[in-house]
């Protein structure tokens, strides 16, 4: 019987990364952070979003992503050695960002697959990190999980409405991108496998995009408004992965069911009685 079967409870120092991780999985969403963070002039982010920005934002975001994957695909051939510069990505991402401003709603359009890009590399750090082998398909497409757990896409707090279900929903694509990637020398993002990976994944990251257009087309916002947008973007995929990526490590050591029903426990106790809990 493996270790992660028999073990049943979590080492304090573990329980305390959990804790941690729960926090971070359960925190505002992007459009909540935008509003708090850029005041008034983010209002927009509240109200019901033109179903023409939202169709724009799914184009946009499978086009991200394609070009995420494509990343994603890099790592699985060649192993990154080099730590990502967490500064000088938040800089590419920050001028981006200020660019697709400047520019109004084409540009955010536009420069979005860059900073998706770039969020990715800082993504895959985090894994790194964590103890992720970034040269095994599924941790390499377990960064791209990453981009679908935004709590606007769930309706509320992440971890409150599914971070565990939305995790299973990706599950089975996940597992044929990755025996489709491992099995292949050179892959094409636009296999059957992988495109529905990236479909999927989009349905839940263009909700934040579409969020994220909002904030950066707003009248006279300006270059230095787009920066802040990206920004936010960054700081808060970097919360999402830093949560998961801790999760997963521990269910590498505890087991999934273990970890889960751990998780469980925290959040109620955080709740301080109430009855909601994981779905």
Request: aromatic fraction near 6%; charged fraction near 25%.
């Amino acid at each position: 019987m493996s270790l992660a079967v028999e073990i049943e409870t979590l080492a304090p120092e573990d329980l305390d990364d959990l804790r941690r991780a729960v926090a971070l999985l359960s925190g505002r969403s992007f459009a909540a952070r935008a509003a708090y963070s850029l005041g008034q002039r983010a209002t927009a982010l509240s109200g019901a979003i033109p179903l023409s920005v939202r169709e724009a934002a799914l184009r946009a975001s499978e086009t991200a992503l394609k070009a995420a994957l494509r990343a994603a695909i890099r790592s699985v051939k060649r192993a990154p050695t080099a730590t990502a510069k967490i500064g000088r990505d938040r800089a590419l991402v920050a001028l981006t960002g200020a660019v697709g401003g400047g520019m109004g709603f084409l540009g955010s359009a536009v420069e979005l697959p860059i900073s998706t890009t770039l969020m990715l590399r800082s993504i895959a750090a985090i894994a790194r990190e964590q103890g992720e082998d970034l040269s095994a398909p599924e941790s390499a497409l377990a960064c791209l999980e990453v981009l679908a757990l935004d709590g606007a896409a769930l309706g509320g707090a992440t971890i409150d409405l599914g971070y565990f279900a939305v995790r299973a929903a990706l599950a089975r694509s996940v597992r044929e991108a990755a025996r489709y990637l491992a099995g292949r020398g050179a892959a094409d993002e636009l296999a059957p496998a992988l495109a529905r990976l990236v479909a999927e994944i989009a349905s839940r990251f263009g909700v934040v995009v579409s969020e994220k257009f909002i904030a950066q087309s707003i009248p006279v916002v300006g270059a230095a408004f787009g920066a802040g947008v990206n920004l936010i973007f960054l700081e808060h995929y970097q919360r999402l992965a830093l949560g998961h990526f801790t999760i997963r490590r521990l269910e590498r050591r505890y087991g999934g069911e273990v970890v889960r029903r751990e998780a469980e426990r925290v959040r109620f106790a955080s709740r301080s009685g109430s009855r909601t809990a994981f779905h």
